[in-house]
Nanobody, 126 residues
């Protein structure tokens, strides 16, 4: 059973940084690409980025380049999303996800990220 848990969210001032973690249980996360998307209740997903098993990174939004960084720690079965220079518009619930179809590679389309965690709330406010 796929089980992903996001952590590391919270309240941060504009300009600050956060590192979100996506930890898997029940399976080896190093066999999967891991994508991140944001989604507020009642709104559509907005892709952020994805890291493959070979550490290739796909950005779903050009605006994510430079401020969003992904990394993997296979020993901890965890993928991290580092967000720097946070802005108020970054406020959202962030989810990590994997694709049963694409496995090790990042899917171009968000719809193929078909298993995700409950999300971590990121709030950017002064």
């Amino acid at each position: 059973q796929v089980h992903l848990v996001e952590s590391g969210g919270g309240l941060v001032q504009p300009g600050g940084s956060l590192r979100l973690a996506c930890t898997a249980s029940g399976f080896a996360l190093n066999n999967y690409a891991v994508g991140w998307f944001r989604q507020a209740p009642g709104k559509e997903r907005e892709g952020v980025s994805c890291i493959s098993t070979t550490h290739d990174v796909l950005y779903y939004r050009n605006s994510a380049k430079g401020r969003f960084t992904l990394s993997r720690d296979n020993a901890k079965n965890t993928v991290y999303l580092q967000i720097n220079s946070l802005k108020a518009e970054d406020t959202d619930v962030y989810h990590c996800a994997i694709s049963s179809r694409f496995g090790r590679n990042c899917p171009i389309l968000l719809a193929f990220l078909d298993s995700w965690g409950q999300g971590a709330q990121v709030t950017v406010s002064s």
